[in-house]
């Protein structure tokens, strides 16, 4: 299948147009030694293949557009799993309140675990129609509609959830604001 380039009357970016600003660039996961863990205040923690995960959970499509702190933006159909889905057997406790998120090239980045839960926020296996490539997240790419870019990690290993409301993920620690929206200035002052 080739890259969609319209949904439902709506113009798609195509996947090329977003700019590469990864920490360490592309990242290539090895689907055979990969694995997707939920870990930390949960009564069941558990570790997934790429199959296991997309294969027991429902997948869900939204176009939704990413805004990158650099000016750029890209409209992408999106794919994958829901989060409220994907953590609702885990049995998250009650003191959680942020989900970090862990990735292959060691970005971490937390978001309010209350905000993963309303949303629709996804872990997206697919772009445009198409399996995620390298460059934009494959296997799983965070979609955190309302949030800027430095939220929607890529390579996602591992979800950890945590009673911290003040973990520093890579550019939090730069001074990026830990809640990321979108309605608000990235920049912690």
Known sequence: MSELR???GQRLSLISDSHENAIKGPQYVDIKKYRLTVSGLVSRPFSLTYEEAIQTHKSVQTVTKLDCVDGWG???LWEGILLKEL??????KPDAKTVIFHCVDGYTMPLA?????????ML????NGITLP???GFPFHLVADGK???????WVTELE???RTDYRGYWEQRGYAIGGDLDREFIEL
């Not at 953590?87 to 998250?92: D, G």
């Not at 800027?148 to 890529?154: F, Q």
């Open 6 to 8: 319209e949904y439902q």
């Open 74 to 76: 890209v409209t992408f």
């Open 113 to 121: 675990l209350d905000y993963l839960l309303q949303s629709d926020a």
């Open 124 to 127: 997206a296996h697919k772009v």
């Open 161 to 163: 959830l945590t009673a």
């Open 87 to 92: 953590l609702a057997p885990a049995r998250v």
């Open 134 to 136: 390298p460059e934009r």
């Open 148 to 154: 800027w870019g430095y939220k929607w990690a890529r």
